[in-house]
Nanobody, 122 residues
Framework: QVQLVESGGGLVQTGGSLRLSCAASGRTFSSYAMGWFRQAPGKEREFVAAIRWSYGSTYYADSVKGRFTISRDNAKNTVYLQMNSLKPEDTAVYYC???????????????WGQGTQVTVSS
């Protein structure tokens, strides 16, 4: 059974940084794509970034490109989202997700974490 546990959210000022972590367990994730999504109040959940676990190839939403970096640590079975130059519009609940897929994808994820709140104050 796949389990994903996010951590690292919090309150930060505009221009600040946060690093989110997603601890993954229950599978060997070498053939998985891992993604980060976010959902702001009153809005639909949206794709943020994804990584192909085995090769480390990445893909980003235009809104975060150049500011956010997704990475993974094979030894710790953990995926990270480094968020820099944060803006108030980045405020949302951030979710980690996993899909048994050997390429980077932006939709159709099968497993989800519980989410972690990120709040950026102006």
């Amino acid at each position: 059974q796949v389990q994903l546990v996010e951590s690292g959210g919090g309150l930060v000022q505009t221009g600040g940084s946060l690093r989110l972590s997603c601890a993954a367990s229950g599978r060997t994730f070498s053939s998985y794509a891992m993604g980060w999504f976010r959902q702001a109040p009153g809005k639909e959940r949206e794709f943020v970034a994804a990584i192909r676990w085995s090769y480390g190839s990445t893909y980003y939403a235009d809104s975060v490109k150049g500011r956010f970096t997704i990475s993974r640590d094979n030894a710790k079975n953990t995926v990270y989202l480094q968020m820099n130059s944060l803006k108030p519009e980045d405020t949302a609940v951030y979710y980690c997700a996993a899909k048994h897929m050997s390429v980077v994808v932006t939709t159709g994820y099968d497993y989800w974490g519980q989410g972690t709140q990120v709040t950026v104050s102006s």
